[in-house]
């Protein structure tokens, strides 16, 4: 049978008026019609209802926080969702699991804040008969890597009867506790006393973790050396000690194709010249430096390969029981160490240097180095290695430094 021809002009047959028809898979049925309708309350007598929200399960307390640590909004908005998670958080749910994911989450991430550091500090005087060393020296890590030292009064007191009581038991948490103290320059006495003893010493060496035990022992002797007059027990012995930091952090390390360390030594470079300047040079007790200038009493850069770019250690005005306030060095030649101040060289606030960096410097300057920091901001502000170079300048000529055929 043939279709029946549509006349000309005349307009195809419509769908039912008020009907939606939009589109595939849409009705082209009224949606308020009876069949419709009647369809809905089929689908809805078929399929299980959905569980109101108020049924649905609700991290609280510890749970709530542990899920914040994970949330990928942790880094964008760290302060407001943990400190709110924490303060939701009942004191019996916030377990040592909880409050460690937190410290080594601030640690990791560079993050200093007061709020959540003062919580983890009251957490640990709290709980001090319930935490050994091994948990302890999670919960300290951010302290001494982030530069804080806590307002909670108990928290050297606290440390300090947990040392006194677990030394023995775990040295390498024990030496770990010690070095974020010796960041925040909080040593105890009574503990390097242990630490330094004959048979903590044999003790340790044959252990697997023997080597990094000893650089940690050779850093804290350096500390009493430097920092701690008053000191009178025993001492690392000299054949113990190993250089501290024998190359570049592995942060540095890792981060290298973002640093300015290449641009700035092309910079020194076409200033100075290559026989004035030492790059990454470790200097005794075992720091890495950035750059490594010699000059004379009047100002004038001297060629490194003339001049023992080491300054003598421990510092000739420094003898055994007397702080390093004020090194003097009879070498009549000065010791310029630049040291790049990079933006992961600090909090992530980017105003607070972390505690490692912050202790080099103060050993550094304390061991009678003239120190020229050169911050990531300026750094960063320079165009070009011809900016770059006129920036070096200035910081150089602001010393008093002299060089070419008029500086020698």
């Not at 400190?83 to 699991?97: F, G, Q, V």
């Not at 108990?154 to 948490?173: D, K, S, W, Y």
């Not at 300047?277 to 007790?285: A, E, G, I, K, S």
Request: charged letters at 20%.
């Amino acid at each position: 049978m043939r279709k029946p021809r549509r006349e000309p002009g005349s307009r195809a047959p419509r769908p039912t008026e008020g009907a939606t028809c939009a589109g595939p898979g849409e009705s082209c049925f009224p949606s308020d019609g009876p069949l419709m309708c009647a369809l809905e309350q089929e689908r809805r007598f078929r399929l299980p209802p959905k569980p109101p929200p108020s049924l649905q399960p609700v991290l609280r307390g510890g749970q709530r926080l542990e899920a914040a640590l994970s949330c990928p909004r942790f880094l964008r908005h760290p302060r407001q969702h943990l400190i709110r998670s924490l303060a939701e958080a009942r004191p019996e749910e916030l377990t040592p699991h909880v409050m460690v994911l937190l410290a080594q989450h601030l640690a990791r991430h560079r993050l200093r804040e007061p709020q959540l550091l003062e919580a983890i500090a009251h957490f640990l005087v709290v709980q001090e008969m319930q935490l050994s060393s091994k948990v302890v020296q999670k919960l300290v890590l951010p302290f001494g890597r982030l530069n804080y030292l806590p307002l909670e009064q108990q928290f050297m007191p606290c440390l300090e009867r947990i040392l006194a009581r677990e030394a023995g038991v775990a040295p390498l948490a024990t030496v770990n506790i010690l070095m974020s103290l010796c960041q925040l320059r909080c040593l105890p006495f009574r503990a390097l006393h242990f630490v330094f003893s004959p048979g903590f010493i044999n003790h340790i060496s044959g252990t697997p973790h023997a080597l990094i035990v000893r650089r940690y022992l050779s850093l804290l002797d350096a500390a009493v050396e430097l920092e701690l007059p008053g000191y009178r027990g025993p001492r690392l012995p000299r054949r113990q000690q190993v250089p501290i930091f024998p190359q570049p952090l592995i942060t540095d390390r890792a981060r290298c194709k973002y640093s300015h360390k290449d641009i700035v030594a092309e910079g020194l470079r076409q200033l100075l010249g290559e026989e004035k300047y030492r790059q990454d040079l470790t200097v005794p007790p075992g720091y890495c430096t950035d750059f490594l200038l010699c000059v004379s009493s009047s100002g004038a850069v001297l060629p490194v390969r003339t001049q023992d770019p080491f300054l003598p250690y421990p510092p000739r005005s420094c003898p055994q029981g007397q702080a390093a306030s004020q090194p003097t060095t009879h070498d009549p030649a000065q010791r310029v160490v630049l040291m790049l101040r990079e933006r992961w060289h600090f909090c992530r606030d980017g105003r607070v240097l972390l505690g490692s960096r912050a202790l080099r410097e103060r050993h550094l300057g304390l061991m009678g180095y003239q120190l020229l920091p050169l911050p990531f901001e300026e750094l960063e502000s320079q165009r070009g290695l011809p900016q770059l170079k006129s920036y070096l300048r200035q910081k150089l000529q602001a010393l008093g430094l002299r060089w070419g055929p008029e500086g020698g």
